[in-house]
């Protein structure tokens, strides 16, 4: 099976930093695009960046200039840099990841289990 185990959330001032990694690990043929979200109380899920396993990076307007999501490709893991964090950041941050596992074809969509950030003003 494969699994994704993030970590590195937690609580911060406003304006500080926190660093959020996500490993994946298990069966795995091959890592397309990873991904981070976030979900706040009462609020739906949303796209915060994405990365190809090329490299290529997708933000969402609300984070650019502040996050910066890379990948390392020997450890299977992504991460998330985010500074200047701002109290409207908190949110449980989960990570995606597109997998083929060896003999099959198609990628499947794999979910970690989440990480909290909690930003104080």
């Known amino acids: 099976q494969v699994q994704l185990v993030e970590s590195g959330g937690g609580l911060v001032q406003a304006g500080g930093s926190l660093r959020l990694s996500c490993a994946a690990s298990?069966?795995?043929?091959?890592?397309?695009?990873m991904d981070w979200y976030r979900q706040a109380p009462g609020k739906q899920r949303e796209l915060v960046a994405a990365i190809s396993s090329g490299g290529s990076t997708n933000y969402a307007d609300s984070v650019k200039g502040r996050f910066t999501i890379s990948r390392d490709n020997a450890k299977n893991t992504v991460y998330l840099q985010m500074n200047s964090l701002k109290p409207e950041d908190t949110a449980v941050y989960t990570c995606k990841a597109s997998i083929i596992r060896p003999g099959y074809v198609y990628p499947r969509d794999y979910w970690g289990q989440g990480t909290q950030v909690t930003v104080s003003s």
């Open positions: 298990g069966s795995i043929f091959r890592i397309n695009a």
